[in-house]
């Protein structure tokens, strides 16, 4: 490669990996550190403890909670989204319609609103007052109803799915439908010739040849999904009602900012991304043995 060549790559690699130490490695590493210490965030003075402040947090009942509800909104809403996006990607790349076009990007529209917004506009959905849920029941023949779905830790973690299946679903089913667009025409009509119908083409023929797009899909959907979670939850339940709602991310902002404990904040966002980059890790081992 001439040394002129090298140049105009550095030149367009450099900026971004600047970026992304700045703002993503950097910081990381300095709440690392911050993680051993009691610090308010806002003192000159920094009180070393060594791993008190990870020990604490494995004895935090409300750590433990959110714990769980983020594995019950990262466990649920992939079966969810996955599953839709992958029925609908395989529906449209089928089915040769004119409409086909006018819902594909009326399924991807979601994903281009801010994730604020999303939880806005679903806070108004679900208002009990005049949200169109209630509306709806009411419709249906419920005139007393009066459901309060983000108010009742029986229904609030279950109604914060919905809001996140609106918006990511159209995402992965454009991933999807790119996939499969690349499975060559000719192993479809081999498996025809063979006799294979609609579901062992897919199970044979589909799946294998995207597996790889599955399996980046996964691991992107795991972070995105905690990153989502935090923005929703925060504009629409604040980790309520009595934490049924709370997730990690929720609780460490609250902790780091709001209770100016930072150094247990940092202890906690630090365990996050430790388990995070674990289960990526299975993942990816996982889908490289089934493929």
């Known amino acids: 490669m001439k040394k002129k060549e090298k140049l105009f790559i550095l030149t367009f690699l450099v900026p971004p990996l600047l970026i992304y130490l700045v703002f993503f490695v950097f910081p990381f590493l300095d709440s690392f550190r911050k993680s051993f210490y009691k610090w308010s965030g806002y003192s000159s003075s920094m009180e070393f403890i060594g791993l008190d402040n990870f020990i604490n947090a494995l004895k935090d009942p ?16 992939s079966i969810i989204i996955l599953f839709l996006a992958m029925f609908f990607a395989v529906i449209f790349t089928r089915k ?10 009326l399924f991807f529209f979601p994903n281009m609103l801010s994730i604020v917004i999303v939880g806005i506009i679903w806070v108004f959905i679900f208002n009990p007052s005049f949200g169109l849920v209630n509306a709806f029941l009411k419709l249906i023949g419920f005139s007393d109803a009066n459901v309060v779905l983000l108010g009742s830790e029986n229904t609030v973690k279950a109604a914060l799915l919905a809001p996140q299946v609106w918006m990511q679903l159209g995402f992965y089913m454009v991933l999807f439908i790119a996939a499969i667009n690349t499975v060559p025409k000719s192993l479809y009509e081999a498996a025809e010739i063979d006799g294979a119908g609609e579901i062992r083409k897919f199970i044979s ?15 992107f959907f795991l972070i995105n999904s905690v990153n989502n979670t935090f923005a929703l939850i925060s504009v629409s339940t604040q980790g309520g009602p009595n934490r049924a709602s709370e997730v990690i991310t929720t609780y460490f902002y609250e902790q780091a900012f709001i209770n100016s404990n930072f150094g247990y904040g940092s202890a906690i966002a630090t365990g996050l991304f430790v388990l995070l980059f674990i289960i990526s890790l299975l993942i990816m081992r996982f889908t490289q043995r089934a493929e």
Do not use: C, D, H, K
């Open 62 to 77: 409300i750590v433990l909670q959110a714990l769980y509800n983020n594995l019950y909104f990262i466990v649920l809403s």
């Open 96 to 105: 040769n319609y004119p409409e086909i076009p006018f819902y594909r990007v």
């Open 205 to 219: 023929v589909t799946i294998p040849n995207i597996w790889y797009t599955l399996q980046i899909s996964f691991v």
